[in-house]
C-alpha cells in the first residue's frame, strides 16, 4: 500500500485467461499423444493494464457494458481470481456480494443456513449469534427460521440472504455487484436505503453496475472499463458522459472516449449561440432565462428535440426538460435557424450550477449536440433553507379570537 | 505489525470456516435419513457382519488367531477412514465449485474439514470397536497408547493423497475412476479381511512386499497395540526399525507432494472449475 489513505489499490494489472480449443479434461488424451502439443490455446485479454485506487470511505463505482471485464477486475479485487501480472493491495477485510445466499444449502434450516453464510463471510458463531434476531427481523420470516430451506419461497430465500449480507456487513471494504439490485420493486427500494445507509456510514464500497443512475447517485468516484481497457477515471458525471457517448457513438474510438469532451454530437443541428443566460442570481425574483438560437445543416431535415439540464457543484441533475416533453415541435430544413426560451423559476438554495444544454434527434437516436456546462450561474439568496431545492413557500398565520 | 494482524485474521477466518464446514458436513450427512448417525456406525458393521459371515463363518479365514474378529472390524474401521478422506478430497473442490468461483477463502479448508468431519467419525467407530474387544475378553495394555502417533500417520497420509487428487481432479476428470479401482485393489492388496499370516504361509517376500504399503503397515501396527501383540507387523517381518524409513518416507512425500501441487494449483481453482 503506498499510500495509506487507501482502502484499495490496483496497479498495472493484466488478466489474460488461456482458452483451450479442445480441453485436456481426460487422461486419455496424455496416453494417445502424450508428446504431440496437445492443444492450440487462445489467449484472452480480460483485462490490460489497470491502474486506480480507492480511497477509504469512498462509494466507488466501477462501470461498463457486458464483457468489458468489470466482473472479472470485481472477483480479483475480491481474490478469487489471480492477476496474471501486476498486484492488487486491499487493506482490512473484504466481503463480497458477488452474489447472495452463498453456500446455501437447501437440505438445511435457514437458521443453519444463516450460520453456515456467516462463516463464508468470515463471522464466527458468535459473532452470528448476536447479530441473529436482527437479521430474522430484517428478513421478516421469524417463524419459518426451523424450516428447510427448500420449503421457502424463492422470495424468502432472497430476503434471508440479503439481510444476512446487510446485517453482518461490518467489514472494512464492501464489494458490491449488481445481481444485488435486482429483484421486486419493494426489495430494490431495501437495497437502495441499504446503499444510503452504507454511504451515510462512510464505509469503504466498490460498486459495479451498468445501471449509470445509480452510479450517478451512490458513488463518489468511478471508472470505466471497456474492452479491458480502463478507458477513463473519475468524477461520475465525467464517467456516465463517457458511458453515454459509448452507446451513441458506436464508432467512436477508445481513445475519444475518454476525452471529456465538453461539446460533442453529429453536429447535423447546432447551438448557434446562447443570448440569454443567467450569470448570478440574487433574488427569487430574478429572472432566470435560457435562451439559445440554434441552425441547421443545409442537408438536414426533420425535427429536432432541445433540451437541458441544472446540475448542482456536485454534477446532480436537479431540473430539466425539452420541447418533446413540452409538446412542441421544431421543425427545420434548409438550414434554418430556431430561437428557442425557456424561463425557469428561481428554486436554487445558495450556490453554484451549471446547465447542460442538448439537441437531439425526433427519436433520441442521435444526439446533434451535447454542450456539458453550457452555462455556469451562481445563487446567492437571503432565504436559506437546508433542502435541495429552495422555492418560494408563501407562509400565512391568522390568529383566530374567540 | 500489520502483516501480524494479517497473518491473525487469515488464520481467524479459517478457523471459523472449519468449524461451520465440519458441523455443516456432519448435519448434512445423514440428513432425511430416520437413523440418521447410527448409520455411521451401522455401515461398517454391516459390512463386517458380511466378510465376518462369508470369511471367518465359512472360508474359516483366522483360525486359530486370537480376537480375529475384533482385528477384522478395527482393519474395516481404519480401511473405511482412509476411503472416506480420499474418495471425498477426490470430489471435494471440484464439488464445492460453485463457493470457489464467488467465495476466496483458503481452498485448503474444504480438504481439512472433510478429513476432520472423517476423522470424528473414524472416532465414533473406533468406541464401538472397544465395546467389542470389552465383549470379547481383549486384554489391555500400555501399548495401546501408540494408537494415537499411528492414527497420525494414517491421517497425514490420508490427507495428503486427498489434496493431491483435490487438486487433480480440477484438471483431469476420469481420475475419480481410477482412484475407485485402486482402492479396490488396495483393499485386497491389504491385509484387511484376511490375515497376514496367511500370506506369510504362502511366501515371505510377498508379505514383506505387501507390509511396505503405509495402510497395510498401519493397520497391522493398531491391530498389533491394540488387541493382539502377535500379529504380524513390519518389524517382525524383517526384523529391524530401519524398515519403517520405507512407508514412513512415502507418507511424508505423499503428505509433501500433495501440499505442494495443491498449494500451487489451488489459486487458479476459481478459473479452472
Request: proline fraction near 3%; hydrophobic fraction near 45%; include cysteine.
Amino acid at each position: 500500500m503506498k499510500d495509506i489513505q487507501n482502502a484499495v489499490e490496483v496497479s498495472s494489472v493484466y488478466k489474460n485467461f488461456v482458452l483451450p480449443h479442445e480441453r485436456t479434461d481426460s487422461i486419455k488424451s496424455l496416453f494417445i499423444s502424450p508428446f504431440k502439443k496437445r492443444m492450440k490455446a487462445e489467449t484472452q485479454h480480460a483485462l490490460k493494464d489497470i491502474s486506480f485506487s480507492v480511497k477509504k470511505g469512498e462509494f466507488f463505482g466501477i462501470v461498463g457494458r457486458n464483457g468489458s471485464g468489470k466482473s472479472t477486475l470485481l472477483k480479483m479485487i475480491a481474490g478469487i481470481y489471480q492477476p496474471s501480472s501486476g498486484t492488487i493491495d486491499v487493506e482490512g477485510r473484504l466481503v463480497p456480494f458477488i452474489e447472495l445466499g452463498v453456500g446455501f444449502n437447501p437440505e438445511l434450516t435457514g437458521r443453519e443456513n444463516v450460520f453456515l453464510n456467516g462463516a463464508l463471510m468470515g463471522f464466527s458463531r458468535k459473532e452470528i449469534f448476536d447479530k441473529y434476531d436482527a437479521i430474522v427481523d430484517f428478513a421478516e420470516i421469524k417463524t419459518f427460521m426451523d424450516q428447510k430451506l427448500k420449503n421457502y419461497s424463492s422470495g424468502m430465500q432472497v430476503r434471508l440472504a440479503f439481510s444476512v449480507a446487510t446485517i453482518l456487513a461490518e467489514s472494512d471494504v464492501l464489494i458490491i455487484d449488481e445481481v444485488l439490485a435486482v429483484g421486486d420493486a419493494s426489495f430494490q427500494k431495501k437495497c437502495f436505503a441499504y446503499f444510503r445507509q452504507l454511504k451515510k456510514a462512510k464505509k469503504t464500497v466498490i460498486f459495479v453496475s451498468h445501471d449509470m443512475n445509480a452510479v450517478l447517485e451512490y458513488c463518489d468516484r468511478a471508472i470505466l472499463i471497456e474492452g479491458g481497457d480502463k478507458i477513463i477515471d473519475g468524477s461520475t458525471a465525467e464517467v456516465a458522459a463517457a458511458y453515454n457517448r459509448m452507446f451513441n457513438d458506436p464508432d467512436a474510438k477508445k481513445s475519444n472516449l475518454a476525452k471529456v469532451k465538453k461539446r460533442w454530437g453529429t453536429e447535423e443541428v447546432t447551438i448557434k449561440s446562447i443570448d440569454e443566460k443567467p450569470t448570478l442570481i440574487k433574488a427569487v425574483d430574478e429572472k432566470l432565462r435560457i435562451g439559445l438560437t440554434i441552425q441547421a445543416k443545409k442537408v438536414f431535415k426533420g425535427k429536432v428535440i432541445a433540451g437541458f439540464k441544472i446540475k448542482d457543484s456536485d454534477n446532480k441533475p436537479l431540473i430539466g426538460t425539452n420541447t418533446h416533453i413540452k409538446k412542441i415541435d421544431i421543425d427545420l430544413i434548409d438550414g434554418a435557424a430556431a430561437h428557442i426560451t425557456w424561463d425557469i423559476p428561481v428554486i436554487f438554495n445558495d450556490g453554484f450550477y451549471s446547465i447542460d444544454i442538448v439537441l437531439e434527434s425526433e427519436n433520441y437516436n442521435s444526439t446533434f449536440d451535447f454542450w456539458t456546462d453550457a452555462i455556469k450561474f451562481e445563487v446567492q439568496r437571503k432565504e436559506q433553507s437546508s433542502y435541495e431545492i429552495n422555492p418560494v413557500i408563501t407562509t400565512k398565520l391568522e390568529h383566530v379570537t374567540k | 505489525m500489520n502483516s501480524l494482524k494479517n497473518i491473525r485474521s487469515k488464520y481467524r477466518y479459517s478457523t471459523i470456516l472449519l468449524r461451520q464446514l465440519v458441523i455443516t458436513d456432519f448435519k448434512l450427512r445423514y440428513k432425511g435419513s430416520t437413523l440418521g448417525y447410527v448409520w455411521s456406525l451401522l455401515r461398517p458393521l454391516a459390512l463386517f457382519a458380511v466378510l465376518y459371515v462369508v470369511f471367518v463363518h465359512f472360508l474359516r479365514f483366522g483360525q486359530g488367531i486370537q480376537h480375529y474378529e475384533v482385528s477384522l472390524l478395527l482393519g474395516i474401521v481404519l480401511w473405511n477412514y482412509f476411503t472416506e478422506v480420499t474418495s471425498n478430497g477426490l470430489s471435494a473442490i471440484v464439488g464445492r465449485g460453485d463457493l470457489m468461483r464467488k467465495l476466496s477463502f483458503p481452498r485448503y479448508i474444504i480438504i481439512v474439514a472433510g478429513s476432520a468431519s472423517a476423522l470424528i467419525n473414524l472416532a465414533i467407530n473406533l468406541i464401538v470397536v472397544s465395546i467389542f474387544m470389552v465383549i470379547n475378553g481383549v486384554q489391555l495394555s500400555w501399548s495401546v497408547l501408540l494408537i494415537i502417533p499411528l492414527i497420525l500417520e494414517l491421517f497425514v497420509f490420508a490427507i495428503g493423497v486427498a489434496f493431491l487428487l483435490g487438486a487433480l481432479f480440477v484438471r483431469f476428470r476420469d481420475i475419480n475412476y481410477i482412484w475407485e479401482v485402486i482402492l479396490q485393489a488396495g483393499f485386497y492388496a491389504t491385509p484387511i479381511l484376511y490375515p497376514l499370516s496367511m500370506v506369510v504361509a504362502f511366501s515371505t517376500t510377498a508379505a514383506q512386499l505387501i507390509m511396505l504399503n503405509p495402510v497395510a503397515q498401519i493397520v497391522q501396527d493398531v491391530r498389533a497395540a491394540v488387541i493382539n501383540p502377535d500379529t504380524p507387523t513390519l518389524l517382525s517381518l524383517y526384523g529391524t526399525w530401519y524398515v519403517y524409513l520405507i512407508p514412513l518416507t512415502i507418507v511424508v512425500m505423499v503428505a509433501v507432494i500433495g501440499a505442494i501441487y495443491f498449494r500451487k494449483r489451488s489459486p487458479g481453482f476459481a478459473e479452472e472449475i
